[in-house]
C-alpha cells in the first residue's frame, strides 16, 4: 500500500528529525545514511513505535498517525532479528496470526507456505538458539510478512551477517518483495546495499532528506557534496570560478577521468595538473590517486595507459606529475 | 528441556572441592548436629520424638498457616516489585537511581524497627491515621490494618519486594527492546504483548525471586507475631523459637526444623525443576538499545505511575520514614508531645561513660567489617555453586541445586544453636568468633547469590563460550573474560544484599555470640533499656549504611540495576 | 572491569585486617582464650545480655567486686537467662564459669535436675526475707526481684483496671499489648499469674480477656515499643517501669496498676558452678551479692528491686509501688506442668 508522510516532525535533546517519506504501491524505497542520519528515528516513526510530535503519516488512504503499532498493519525486521526465544521457529511466525485470530489450520499452513518462501522448511519446531544468523533472520522475515502487512520495514536486516551471506540474502529479500508485490522501506548504511535493491533511495543526513530518486538518478546527479560522496566514488574539486560566493565542486567519476602526460585543456575539457601519489592494481583497473595541497583525484586506468605514460615503474620517492583529465559535459558544478 | 552445556565434557576443577568443605564445615555440620537430636534425642536413635512431631494435628496446622501465609506474601512481594521493576527498565525519571537504591533498604532494617515502623506509621495512632483523623475530623483511627493476616502480609511485601523488584528488573533490562517492537508490530496490544512476550521471558527472575521471598517469609517470627495480632498466628518458626529456647527440648526443635526443611526443599525442588525448563538461551543483545527518553507514558501510564509511586510511599517508604522521623524526636510534655532533638544521635557517638557510643560504635564498626567479609563469602560459594550446577552436567546437579537453597529454609535460631554447639568443641576460638560469624552470615546470604547468578549464567549462550575456547582461552580465561563481565552487574546486585542479609541478621548472632555486638543487637539492646528513640536512630544508621552500600554496589557494577 | 577487582579485593583485605587488628578487646568479655593462658585468678561470670551490658548493672558491680576481693570478674553476656543455664549445662564436663547470674524459678529446676549448680548458703542470706528464697537448697541466692504487672497511659485511660477480672471490661476492648509465654519471660509470667488466680479455669480466663488484647508480640521489646508508641494504653511489664520514665523523662504519664489479687513475682537469683574453676572466690561473690554495694546498683540499672529490705530505694521508684499481696509457683510446680499449660494456653488462644 501507498506510505505518505507530511511534515513530520520529531525533536529530541540533541537531535531533530524533519523529513517527509514516501513510497508508492509495491516500490522498495531505501532510506540510506551514515549512522544517526534519523533513518531508524524515520522508521520507527513509521512503525508507531515513536510518536511523532507534529505531521501525519497515511497508509493508503487512512491516516495511521495516532494508531498503536498494533493496529497499524505493518511488518518490521530487525537488525538483532528480535526472534521469540521462548518460542518455536513455528510459533515465532505464527505470532502475529493467532493476534488476527486466524484458525488453528489456516496459521498452519500459512506457516507452511512462509517457510517455503524463506527457503527453510521443516524447520518449524526448531528453537531460535538452534539457528545460524542467516536462517534467523529469514525466520524473522517470514515472521514480518506471515499476516500479510500492507507496508515492510526493513531496519538493517544484514549488517549482522558475513559479506556473501548479505548478497545472497538481499537478492532473496529483493524476489520475494517482488513475488508479494509489498510496499517496503528498507534502511541500510551501505550504499551498494541500497543501489542493487531499490527502486528508490532517499538519502538521510542529519534528520533531513539530502536526495531522493531512483539509483541511476542519484548515482549520476547527486545534488550535493554529501550525496556525491555517499554514493560510489567521487571526485570532488573545488570551483575556482566564483570567489566570495557559495563555494561550489566539480563533481565527477573516476572512471571518467583520463590522464594524460600534458595538459588537454580545452573548451569540452578541464584538466588538473597533480602529483601522482599511489597506483593500486585492483582487477580490470588500475586506481590512480594524484595530489596537490588542496584535493586529490582519482581516475581508472588499463596497462595500456601505463604504458603510454611511462608510469609502470611508479616510485613515491620521486613522483611524476601528471594531468588528470575530464569532459565539461561529464562534469556536474554542486554546491558543497 | 535439557540446556546444552559449554562444558559436559569436562570434570568440575577440584577447586570446587573447598567449596563442598564450606559448605560441609559451616553448614551440613552445625546444622547436623542440631537437627539429628530429632532423631537421636538421648544419643541413640529413637524416632519417637519426630513421630509423635510429624502426626500432631498441632504441628500440622501451623505448618498450613507458615506455607499459607508465606505464599500470600510471595505473590503480594511479587505484586509490588513487578510494576517497579518495569518502571525502573522502561522509564526514566528524575530519582531514579536514589529509587533504585532506596529501594534495597527496608531489607536490611530487624525485624523489630520493622513492627515499630509500621505502628508509628499505620498503628491507631500513627501517622497515617493521626493524618486521616485530622482531615475529615474523625474520633477514631479510619484504618486498621494492623493486627491481622492483611497486616502480616503488607509488612512481608515491605520486606521483600526489593528482591522482586530488583531481580526482575535486572532481567528485564536485557531484553532486547525489538522483540517488543516486533510483537506489537505483529498486532499484539500491550497487554498481550506482556503476557505473551515479556512474562514467559521474564520467568526465570520471577521464580529466583518467588523462591528466595517464600523462603524468607517462611522462617519469618516477630513480625508475624506482633503485626498479626498474637498466637492465632503462629509459623513453625515461633514453635521452634518455643522449643530450643524456652523449653529447651532441642530434640522437638530438631525434628520440627526436620519437617520444615523437608517440605521446603520439596517446594525448592519444584521450583528447581520449573526454572530449568523455562530457561533458554537469550542472545545478549547486539540490536538497537531502548532509547528511554523515547519513552513517554500514556496518560493512562502516568496515572498507572502515580498510583504505584504513591503505593510504594505508603507501604515501604511510610514505615522507613516513620523510624527516621522517630530518631529526630524526642517526647518534650507530659501528653507526649514531640519536638525535633539530635539527642539521640549525639549519645550514639558519644562513648563516656552508660553512653551509647560505648556500644555503638563497636557495632557500626562489626556490622560494616562482618558485612564486607560476609558479602565477599558469600559471593565466592554462591557463585562457585551456580557455576558448579548452571555449567556442569553432573550426576545430581538438581539435587545439589535444590539442596543449595537449604540455608534459607533453615530457621537462624537452629543455625546459630548448631554454631554454639560446634564452638563448644574448639576450645580456643577467641578472634575466630567474629570469623564465625562471618560464615553464618555468609551461609545465609549464598543461597541468594547462587540464585541471583545462576539466572544469568544461563542466558550466556554456550557458543560464545565455546568461541571463545576455540579462540585458545583456557576455562578460567573464559570465565574471567567472557562470562565475569556478564555476570558483574548481577553480581554487584547480589553483593549489595548479601552485605544488607548479614547486616540485618540478627537471630543467628545472638544464639551464637552475644558477645559481638552488631547494629540489630545494639538496637535491641538499647530498646531493652526503653531508649526505642535511640534505637530509631541507630535504625537509621544502619539504612543510611546499607543505601550507601547498594548505591556503590550500583555504581560499581556499571549497571543499571 | 580489572579496577572493580582490585578495589574489591583491597577492601576484603583491608576488612580482615581490621578485624584481626581491632576487634580483640572491643566486644565485652571476648578473648575466652587469654584467660587460660594467663590462669590468673579471675572469676568467670555468665550472665544475660542486658546484665551486662554498659548501662546494666555488671560493669559497676564488677569493679566494686574486685576493689573488694582483688580479684577480676571477667562477665561474659551469653545471650538471655535460658542461655546462660543452657551454656553452663554444654559445659558440664569441663565447668569454664564459677557464677550463673539470672537463674530465676523458671530455670531452677532444670538446674537442678542437669546438676550444674554447687548448693551454698551465704551468711548474708539471713538479711533476706523469707519468702524471696525461691530455692530452699540455696543452689541459687536471690539477688533482686520485680512484679509483673499492667502498666497505663495516664493520658488515654482515666479509672485503670484494679484487677485480672477488670482487664476484660469492654472498656478496655483493644487496648491491651501481651507477649508470647512461648518466647518470652514476661509473657511467660503473666500466664503464670493468671494460672495462680484461676487454677484449672485460666483458659476460662483468656478467653474472657480475648477481647481486651490489641496483640501478643513475641518479645516484651517490640510490646512496650507498641505502647509507647501510642499504639494501645495497656502493657504487660514490671511495676518498675514507671519509675525509669521518672528518673530519666522526668515523666509520670505511664503508671502501674495495682490489681486486688495481687502480682505474680519474678525473682532471680546467682549461683557458683559445680566444680567451678575458683569455688572460694566464686562463694565470695554470692556473700557479695547480699551487701549494700550490689544491691545499691540494682535499682537503677537493672530495674528490679533489692533483696535486701534495707536499701534506701531512690526517688523515682515512688512510682514502683509494691503490691500487697505476691506471690510465686513453686519452681518444681512449674516445671512438671509448662509445657502443658502452654500448650492449653496455646489452643485456648487460637480457638
Given at each position: ?16 528529525f ?41 497508509l493508503?488512504q ?8 498494533w ?12 526472534l ?31 517457510l ?21 533472520q ?15 520495514l ?49 538519502v538521510?543526513?542529519?534528520?533531513t ?46 572512471e ?13 575539457t ?63 558544478i554542486?554546491?558543497? | 528441556m ?32 542440631v ?26 496446622r ?22 517497579g ?9 528524575p ?13 536490611v ?10 505502628v ?11 493524618i ?96 498479626g ?30 519437617i ?51 503505593a ?7 514505615p522507613?520514614?516513620?523510624v ?18 539530635l ?55 538438581r ?29 580456643d ?19 541468594f ?50 552485605f544488607?542479609?548479614?547486616?540485618g ?39 543510611a ?17 | ?42 572469676l ?105 504487672s499492667?502498666i ?8 485503670p ?19 508470647d ?9 503473666f ?57 530519666y ?9 495495682l490489681?486486688?489479687?495481687g ?49 534506701e ?39
Open positions: 500500500m501507498e506510505l505518505t508522510t507530511r511534515n513530520l516532525k520529531r525533536r529530541f535533546a540533541d537531535f531533530s524533519d523529513a517527509d517519506i514516501h513510497a508508492a504501491e509495491g516500490e522498495l524505497v531505501c532510506l540510506l545514511g551514515p549512522s544517526g542520519c534519523g533513518k531508524t528515528t524515520g522508521l520507527q516513526l513509521i512503525a508507531g513505535i515513536l510518536a511523532p510530535d507534529q505531521g501525519s503519516i497515511y493508503g487512512r491516516e495511521i498517525t495516532a494508531l498503536p503499532p493496529k497499524r498493519n505493518i511488518g518490521l525486521v530487525f537488525q538483532d532479528y528480535a521469540f526465544p521462548h518460542m518455536t521457529v513455528y510459533e515465532n511466525i505464527a505470532y502475529g496470526l493467532r493476534q488476527q485470530g486466524a484458525s488453528k489450520y489456516s496459521i498452519t499452513s500459512r506457516v507452511e507456505e512462509l517455503d518462501l524463506v527457503e527453510l522448511p521443516g524447520y518449524s519446531q526448531r528453537r531460535p538458539e538452534q539457528l545460524s544468523g542467516g536462517e534467523k529469514r525466520v524473522a522475515l517470514a515472521r514480518a510478512v506471515a499476516p500479510s502487512p500492507a507496508l515492510l526493513l531496519d538493517e536486516p544484514l549488517s549482522a551477517l558475513d559479506a556473501r551471506l548479505r548478497t545472497q540474502l538481499r537478492r532473496e529479500i529483493r524476489n520475494i518483495q517482488k513475488r508479494i508485490g509489498l510496499t517496503t522501506i528498507y534502511v541500510t548504511h551501505d550504499q551498494e546495499e541500497a543501489l542493487s535493491l531499490s527502486d528508490r533511495i532517499i538521510m543526513q542529519n534528520g532528506i539530502q536526495q531522493s530518486g531512483t539509483p541511476q538518478e542519484l548515482y549520476n546527479s547527486p545534488l550535493n557534496e554529501f550525496v556525491a560522496r555517499f554514493i560510489g566514488n567521487s571526485n570532488l574539486v573545488p570551483c575556482n570560478t566564483q570567489a566570495g560566493s557559495d563555494r561550489e565542486v566539480y563533481f565527477f567519476r573516476p571518467d577521468t583520463r590522464i594524460h602526460a600534458c595538459s588537454t585543456e580545452s573548451s569540452d578541464i584538466s588538473f595538473q597533480l602529483t601522482l601519489k599511489s597506483l593500486e592494481y585492483v582487477g580490470p583497473y588500475y586506481i590512480l590517486e594524484g595530489v596537490n595541497q588542496e584535493y586529490s583525484v582519482r581516475a581508472h586506468a588499463n596497462e595500456g595507459d601505463l604504458t603510454r605514460l611511462h608510469i609502470s615503474d611508479f616510485s613515491p620517492e620521486d613522483p611524476p606529475q601528471l594531468w588528470f583529465c575530464i569532459e565539461r559535459s561529464k562534469t556536474k554542486i554546491s558543497s | 535439557h540446556l546444552p552445556s559449554a562444558r559436559s565434557w569436562e570434570r568440575p576443577h577440584p577447586a570446587f572441592l573447598t567449596l563442598l568443605l564450606f559448605l560441609a564445615l559451616f553448614f551440613y555440620l552445625p546444622i547436623g548436629s537437627l539429628l537430636k530429632g532423631f537421636f534425642p538421648k544419643g541413640s536413635f529413637d524416632p519417637s520424638v519426630f513421630i509423635d512431631t510429624v502426626t500432631s494435628p498441632y504441628t500440622l501451623i505448618l498450613w498457616f507458615t506455607f499459607f501465609q508465606a505464599i500470600l506474601s510471595t505473590l503480594f512481594s511479587l505484586m509490588l516489585g513487578l510494576p521493576a518495569y518502571l525502573l527498565s522502561m522509564y526514566s525519571f530519582g531514579r537511581k536514589l529509587v533504585r537504591a532506596a529501594s534495597g533498604v527496608p531489607f532494617l530487624p525485624p523489630i524497627l520493622v513492627v515499630l515502623g509500621f508509628i506509621f499505620f498503628g491507631n495512632s500513627g501517622l497515617l491515621n493521626s486521616l483523623m485530622r482531615l475529615f475530623d474523625l474520633s477514631e483511627p479510619p484504618l486498621r490494618v494492623l493486627y491481622s493476616l492483611k497486616a502480616i502480609i503488607l509488612a512481608h511485601g515491605f520486606y521483600n519486594f526489593p528482591i522482586a523488584l530488583r531481580l526482575i528488573a535486572s532481567l528485564w533490562q536485557q531484553l532486547p527492546p525489538s522483540q517488543e517492537w516486533a510483537a506489537q508490530t505483529l498486532g499484539a496490544p500491550r497487554r498481550r504483548l506482556f503476557f505473551t512476550i515479556i512474562l514467559p521471558q521474564l520467568m526465570p527472575a520471577i521464580l529466583a525471586a518467588s523462591a528466595l521471598i517464600f523462603m524468607f517469609c517462611f522462617t519469618s517470627f516477630a513480625i508475624i507475631l506482633v503485626l495480632g498474637g498466637p492465632q498466628f503462629t509459623t513453625v518458626e515461633v514453635e521452634i523459637y518455643r522449643l530450643a529456647k524456652t523449653s529447651f527440648d532441642i530434640p522437638a526443635a530438631g525434628a520440627l526444623s526436620i520444615a526443611l523437608v517440605l521446603t526443599l520439596g517446594i525448592m525442588g519444584i521450583y528447581v525443576k520449573l526454572q530449568n525448563k523455562m530457561a533458554f538461551h537469550q542472545e545478549l543483545s547486539s540490536g538497537p538499545v531502548r532509547p528511554r527518553s523515547y519513552n513517554r507514558p500514556s496518560k493512562t501510564g502516568f496515572i498507572g505511575i502515580a498510583v504505584y509511586i504513591a510504594m510511599l505508603m507501604i515501604v517508604a511510610g522507613l520514614v516513620a527516621v522521623v522517630r530518631s529526630l524526636q524526642k517526647p518534650v510534655t507530659r501528653a507526649g508531645e514531640l519536638s525535633f532533638t539527642e539521640w544521635y549525639q549519645q550514639l557517638f558519644s562513648s563516656g561513660a552508660g553512653q551509647f557510643g560505648r556500644i555503638a560504635l563497636p557495632a557500626i564498626r562489626n556490622s560494616v567489617l562482618i558485612g564486607i567479609l560476609a558479602a565477599a563469602a558469600a559471593v565466592v560459594v554462591g557463585t562457585a555453586l551456580s557455576y558448579l550446577t548452571v555449567r556442569y552436567r553432573l550426576k545430581f546437579g539435587l545439589i541445586d535444590t539442596l543449595s537453597m537449604a540455608p534459607l529454609a533453615i530457621s537462624s535460631v537452629i543455625l546459630g544453636l548448631g554454631y554454639f554447639l560446634i564452638s563448644r568443641t574448639i576450645p576460638l577467641g578472634r575466630a568468633r567474629i570469623f564465625m560469624i562471618v560464615a553464618a552470615h555468609a551461609v545465609i546470604a549464598y543461597p547469590v547462587a540464585r541471583t547468578v545462576s539466572s544469568v549464567l544461563k542466558k550466556i549462550p554456550p557458543s560464545q563460550l565455546q568461541a571463545a575456547m576455540l579462540l585458545g582461552a583456557s576455562p578460567g580465561k573464559v570465565f574471567r573474560t567472557v562470562e565475569f563481565p556478564v555476570m558483574l552487574p548481577a553480581l554487584a546486585a547480589a553483593a549489595a544484599f548479601a544488607a542479609i548479614s547486616l541478621e540478627i537471630n543467628a548472632t545472638l544464639v551464637f555470640s552475644s558477645s559481638t555486638v552488631t547494629i540489630p543487637l545494639a538496637i535491641y539492646r538499647m530498646i531493652g533499656s526503653y531508649n526505642f528513640f535511640g534505637a530509631c536512630a541507630l535504625g537509621t544508621i544502619l539504612v549504611v546499607c543505601a550507601l552500600a547498594f548505591t556503590l554496589f550500583d555504581v560499581s557494577g556499571n549497571t543499571e540495576i | 572491569m580489572k579496577k572493580i577487582l582490585i578495589v574489591t579485593t583491597v577492601i576484603v583485605a583491608a576488612a580482615i585486617a581490621a578485624v584481626i587488628l581491632f576487634t580483640p578487646g572491643t566486644s565485652e568479655a571476648e578473648g575466652q582464650d587469654e584467660g587460660r593462658r594467663t590462669e590468673a585468678e579471675e568467670v561470670v555468665y550472665t544475660y545480655d542486658s546484665f551486662a551490658s554498659d548501662w546494666g548493672p555488671g560493669p559497676e558491680i564488677s569493679q566494686r567486686f574486685e576493689q573488694k576481693y582483688g580479684i577480676p570478674v571477667r562477665l561474659q553476656s551469653v545471650g538471655d537467662a535460658g542461655q546462660v543455664l543452657q551454656k553452663a549445662i554444654l559445659e558440664k564436663d569441663d565447668p569454664q564459669a564459677d557464677i550463673l547470674i539470672g537463674i530465676d524459678n523458671n530455670l531452677i529446676t532444670r538446674a537442678k535436675n542437669e546438676d550444674v549448680l554447687e548448693a551454698y548458703t551465704s551468711p548474708n542470706l539471713d538479711k533476706v526475707p523469707q519468702d524471696l528464697v525461691f530455692d530452699p537448697q540455696h543452689y541459687v541466692t536471690p539477688y533482686d526481684y520485680g512484679y509483673f499492667i497505663y497511659d495516664t493520658e488515654k485511660i482515666d479509672n483496671p484494679t484487677s485480672l477480672e477488670d482487664l476484660t471490661d469492654p472498656r478496655f476492648e483493644d487496648k491491651l499489648i501481651l507477649m509465654p512461648r518466647t518470652s519471660s514476661p509473657g511467660l509470667g500466664l503464670m499469674w493468671t494460672i495462680y488466680a484461676y487454677g484449672d479455669e485460666f483458659t476460662e480466663y483468656w478467653d474472657r480477656l480475648q477481647s481486651s488484647i490489641l496483640t501478643i508480640s513475641e518479645g516484651w521489646d517490640s510490646g512496650y515499643g507498641l505502647f509507647t508508641s501510642g499504639e494501645a494504653p495497656l502493657v504487660l511489664s514490671y511495676t518498675s517501669s514507671p519509675a525509669y520514665h521518672v528518673e523523662e522526668d515523666s509520670q504519664r505511664y503508671q502501674a496498676a490489681f486486688e489479687e502480682h505474680y513475682m519474678q525473682i532471680e537469683g546467682v549461683g557458683v558452678v559445680k566444680e567451678a574453676p575458683h569455688p572460694e572466690a566464686a562463694k565470695s561473690f554470692i556473700d557479695f551479692v547480699l551487701t549494700e554495694e550490689f544491691q545499691e546498683v540494682i535499682p537503677l540499672t537493672n530495674w528490679m528491686y533489692p533483696v535486701l529490705p534495707e536499701i530505694m531512690p526517688k523515682s521508684y515512688d512510682f514502683a509501688p509494691q503490691p500487697e499481696n505476691r506471690f510465686y509457683f513453686e519452681a518444681e510446680k512449674i516445671d512438671a506442668n509448662r509445657d502443658q499449660w502452654i500448650d492449653s494456653w496455646s489452643r485456648a488462644v487460637t480457638r
